[in-house]
């Protein structure tokens, strides 16, 4: 089934952003701004707070959407759109900046693919449910033939830094209850 993926969608813009020569460490204005090239899109954060600044890497590790905002402005849609599709994702993905915030319909499926291209520094998987089929006495019945491997998405450098950014989600950003209340100790 396809859901809006919401804030998941953001280190698909982000690792967009980085590969396009952005560093995590530059500074974005947290303003309300209006987009008039967007028909006056005018992206607001959850919290309701719009002041300061935000490092990229703070822009993320908070999920602050006027900063997602800005960065898909500064990116372009359609890089974002391309990243997201080498990254493994197949569905059609709307060409209106929304996306940065998670508008687009995607499927679980898609975004467990797109996010092994993080883990796998830059090479995305496709996942596999089964690997292989046995009897009781260990004879195989079935093997899953591996499949062709994807073309990189990432640099090493840029997949390095975006597991970077994602691990201070975790460790205290937006995904600390992963930590704290599902308990989780893993990478």
């Not at 952005?22 to 701004?33: A, K, Q």
């Not at 990189?152 to 950003?173: D, F, I, P, W, Y």
């Amino acid at each position: 089934a396809v859901r809006q993926v919401g804030s998941t969608f953001k280190p698909i813009l982000y690792a967009t952003a980085l590969s396009g020569g952005m560093d995590p460490c530059e500074f974005i204005s947290n303003e309300l701004r209006t987009y008039e090239e967007y028909q006056d899109w005018t992206p607001e954060n959850f919290d309701g707070n719009h002041e300061g600044y935000y490092s990229v890497k703070g822009g993320l590790v908070n999920s602050v959407n006027t900063i997602s905002a800005e960065i898909i402005h500064q990116t372009g849609i359609q890089p974002t759109i391309d990243m997201a599709h080498n990254m493994g994702i197949s569905s059609d993905i709307p060409a209106v900046p929304s996306i940065a915030l998670g508008t687009a319909d995607l499927s679980l499926y898609e975004m467990i693919s797109a996010y092994t291209t993080f883990a796998n520094l830059g090479q995305p998987v496709q996942p596999v449910v089964l690997l292989k089929i046995e009897d009781w006495e260990g004879k195989l019945l079935w093997e899953h033939e591996t499949a062709e491997s994807l073309d990189s998405a990432l640099s090493n450098e840029t997949a390095q830094a975006m597991v970077h950014l994602m691990q201070s989600v975790v460790e205290r950003g937006t995904g600390r209850s992963l930590r704290s209340l599902f308990e989780l100790k893993s990478d």
